[in-house]
């Protein structure tokens, strides 16, 4: 089933009979598979929930607005050459100065498309830190670059940085779709992102990119039982980029 209205989206969001679809748990240790199978995106109840926990305590002791002037100041210091500059910042922030692993483990990381350049990429993210910091260097990656991305399109010098984010977020997110499995019924539910994020029953001229609007209840972080664990330091790091390029 395809949902495509906003209010149908925030209930499957909010029930907990709606999981991620399931991944396999005979991977490897060490291998993505194996990784997949022990984060919280993929876990349901309990696990998930203490799976969860475990990223919001290491993302308390990191400072959003640490984050962001570090993300500017080096996105100047490489001379405007940003890709990779959410990931290092983020990575030395919670201990990991070496980061050029990442984007080879986290191009399966949501996909689940195994390869040995990805397994060789966790195995040596897991040689340098632990599986919660891991997580948070995989989900971050693909989808703070595809905002910066994103809100690069419409951005302009001078612009309202953190307004753009925001309407970016709604309009054209990083993240076009997200799946859940009812428990009951075993069907597979997919969320559009981009129509939900523009209907005109919660959202003014939907169709029209308008960073004036100000901050409005798209769904681009989640909502419900399993929101997004760190949007702050998401746009924080996307800012810092923006203003590094921009200012």
Wanted: proline share 7%.
């Amino acid at each position: 089933m395809l949902i495509t209205r906003h209010a149908e989206a925030v209930a499957v969001l909010a029930d907990p009979r709606y999981v991620p679809p399931p991944v396999r748990q005979d991977g490897a240790q060490g291998t993505l598979a194996w990784l997949r199978a022990r984060v919280s995106r993929f876990s349901t109840g309990e696990t998930h929930a203490g799976r969860r926990r475990e990223l919001v305590e290491l993302l308390d002791q990191v400072d959003p607005g640490a984050l962001r002037a570090e993300a500017e100041t080096m996105t100047r210091r490489r001379g405007g050459d940003w890709r990779g500059v959410p990931t290092a910042v983020l990575g030395a922030a919670l201990g990991v100065e070496d980061t050029r692993a990442v984007p080879a483990a986290a191009a399966g990381y949501l996909s689940g498309e195994e390869s040995p350049r990805a397994d060789a990429a966790v195995a040596e993210l897991l040689e340098r830190t632990g599986l919660p910091t891991i997580t948070l260097l995989l989900q971050a990656h693909a989808a703070t670059e595809g905002l910066v991305e994103n809100t690069l399109e419409r951005a302009r010098p001078g612009d309202d940085i953190d307004a753009l984010l925001h309407e970016t977020l709604r309009g054209n997110p990083p993240l076009k779709a997200t799946r859940r499995l009812d428990q009951l019924t075993g069907d597979e539910v997919t969320i559009d992102l981009v129509t939900v994020n523009r209907d005109g029953d919660v959202f003014a001229e939907p169709e029209r990119f308008d960073p004036t609007r100000g901050r409005t209840p798209h769904l681009t972080f989640g909502h419900g039982v399993r929101p997004c664990p760190a949007p702050a330091h998401a746009l924080a790091l996307a800012a810092g980029v923006l203003e590094g390029l921009l200012t």
